[in-house]
């Protein structure tokens, strides 16, 4: 028997936290055993082992962060030993030497098989997002054949589409997705042969050694998983409880949980040893939804009565048209954020006449610069200058609201409103980006979000909000929070004022603000510090240089 080293295969990011070891020095396992659990940012994964044997050696331990390629198991092969005698017979049938005969057997071992293999299954990467998407095209058909890089399906989540490459180059055996159905990372995109593969040795062992070879290895295999057969309820009663009693859950299923107010350790898990997974909290919902139904209580949910359904159409005609899947998730978030925070909100008129003098001074250099200066950069600077002055703002309450979490940097959403809802791209690191650099970054965004090509990772991270009205009108309005940031800032339609200047009234451009903020996080005092380094930076932008 033959030791081998087995490797942390690709995991999808550039690395990852060893969460459980699911094997001990000495166990048996068979193929596709999990031997080691692994958590990165975004999901948890089981390592299976690629081949049957016995662990003689982990070279891992709990805590310990790894990458691709790096040595996780040894292993002691089962049955190999007898593989390579048993084609010596085939070989005196053929009138063959053993020498050549042991070398037309060796495709015939796993590492090999998985060289000469001749296909490949294409999964979806990752997208951005633990959710399921919609594939809106599929790019290719059965029998193409394609080049590494070339497009396969086209999927479309509630915010943005994007195109999924091919990681090979060969020819599309089979396609496991359709226009209209959702897909999710890790699901089956397509099966491909993929371009030189070693297929020639193929033939060359199946015609006399393998036929020999292939009825032990069915009589090894009952032997092999014979042992974890029987191992495996202990191990999985072992392994459905992390230590202190916590379930084991990944990142993304916990955010569901906390952002649902689920107590995980209620969710039964229906995954690997006992994992909780996202199909488990939903599951877990419909239960309590159907058990305390609203025609049940007369209630809909947190016990706020149930909305009457009304049949409009009997007033008069009526138009219906379903609502987009932007709308609908806008509508969601809203609802959550509203539902879960407490709001407050102030108001306050910013006098930015100076400001709009500069401003419009500078559109000769504007057009040079190919960009069109507009407030925005003001404001992205001002609000830039004004978290930094007051960290309370720029923060997030994290542990159930036990925990403020400060950030370093100063990451702003601007929202957006497009044909299909709104939405709110993020400029990063507005307080070390120059004003040209803030008017050509945000006039992109909006053009993006217009398009709907905005990428996932160009709407998440943001610190804190800026939602203007511009010239649409109004006098001042209630933002609502952007959760889980603790502030948003309502901007309306710039108006001219008389002003009491200490000896008369004078005409000055003010600028009406509302500022809604998570009263957990942020009080009063907090938000009237806030609107005074605010508007004193738009009142004079020379602060910007202090």
């Not at 987009?324 to 909100?345: F, G, Q």
């Not at 008389?498 to 603000?513: A, I, Q, T, Y």
Request: include cysteine; glycine fraction near 8%.
């Amino acid at each position: 028997m033959s030791k081998e080293t087995i490797k942390i295969p690709d995991i999808g990011s550039e690395s990852a936290e060893v969460i459980e070891i699911s094997v001990a020095v000495g166990d048996e396992v068979a193929a596709e055993d999990s031997l080691v659990v692994l958590e990165s940012d975004k999901a948890s994964m089981e390592v299976p082992c690629p081949k049957a044997g016995k662990i003689t050696a982990i070279l891992v331990k709990e805590g310990q962060s790894i990458s691709e390629g790096d040595d996780l198991v040894e292993i002691e092969l089962t049955g190999e030993s007898d593989e390579s005698a048993e084609p010596e017979p085939a070989a005196a049938e053929s009138k063959t030497e053993d020498k050549p005969a042991a070398e037309e057997a060796q495709p015939e071992s796993a590492s090999d098989a998985e060289s000469s293999g001749a296909s490949q299954t294409v999964t979806v990467p990752d997208i951005g997002t633990d959710d399921e998407v919609d594939v809106i095209e599929v790019c290719v058909a059965e029998g193409d054949e394609i080049s590494e890089g070339d497009s396969l399906v086209v999927l479309e989540s509630d915010k943005a589409s994007m195109e999924i490459p091919s990681p090979y180059s060969g020819k599309v055996e089979s396609i496991a997705l359709s226009v209209g159905e959702k897909a999710k990372k890790g699901d089956d995109l397509l099966v491909m042969q993929v371009a030189g593969s070693v297929t020639s040795e193929k033939p060359a062992a199946e015609e006399k050694p393998a036929p020999k070879p292939e009825p032990d290895s069915k009589a090894d295999a009952p032997k092999s998983a014979e042992k974890p057969k029987s191992e495996t309820p202990a191990l999985a009663e072992k392994a459905s409880k992390a230590p202190g009693g916590e379930v084991y859950a990944g990142p993304a299923v916990r955010k569901l949980a906390r952002e649902f107010s689920i107590d995980i350790k209620a969710v039964t898990g229906s995954g690997p040893k006992g994992r909780v997974l996202k199909e488990d909290l939903q599951a877990y919902v419909k239960n309590l939804v159907e058990n305390k139904s609203p025609a049940a209580n007369g209630s809909a949910g947190a016990g706020i009565p149930a909305v009457p359904e009304v049949d409009f159409a009997q007033f008069g005609d009526v138009v219906t048209e379903p609502a987009s899947k932007l709308h609908k998730l806008t509508a969601a978030n809203m609802h959550r954020s509203w539902l879960n925070v407490p709001h407050v909100t102030q108001w306050d008129d910013a006098d930015i006449t100076e400001l709009e003098a500069f401003r419009k001074g500078l559109k000769a250099e504007a057009e040079k610069k190919g960009v069109k200066m507009t407030p925005l950069p003001f404001l992205l600077k001002a609000c830039a200058a004004a978290l930094k002055a007051n960290p309370k703002f720029n923060a997030s309450l994290a542990d159930n609201g036990e925990t403020l979490v400060f950030k370093q940097y100063v990451h702003i959403g601007i929202a957006v409103d497009t044909p299909a809802g709104l939405v709110v791209p993020v400029v990063r690191d507005v307080d070390k980006k120059s004003l040209w650099e803030l008017a050509e970054e945000t006039a992109q965004l909006a053009a993006k979000a217009k398009d709907r090509k905005l990428k996932p990772q160009e709407m998440q991270g943001g610190c804190f909000t800026i939602s203007s009205l511009g010239n649409i009108g109004g006098l001042g309005f209630t933002p609502i929070v952007n959760t889980p940031e603790v502030g948003i800032l309502g901007v309306s339609k710039l108006t001219v004022k008389p002003v009491w200047n200490g000896s008369e009234f004078v005409p000055r451009e003010m600028l009406p603000l509302s500022l809604s903020y998570d009263h957990r996080a942020i009080n009063g005092a907090d938000a009237g510090r806030f609107f005074s380094t605010l508007n004193e930076v738009l009142g004079d932008i020379r602060r910007l240089l202090l």
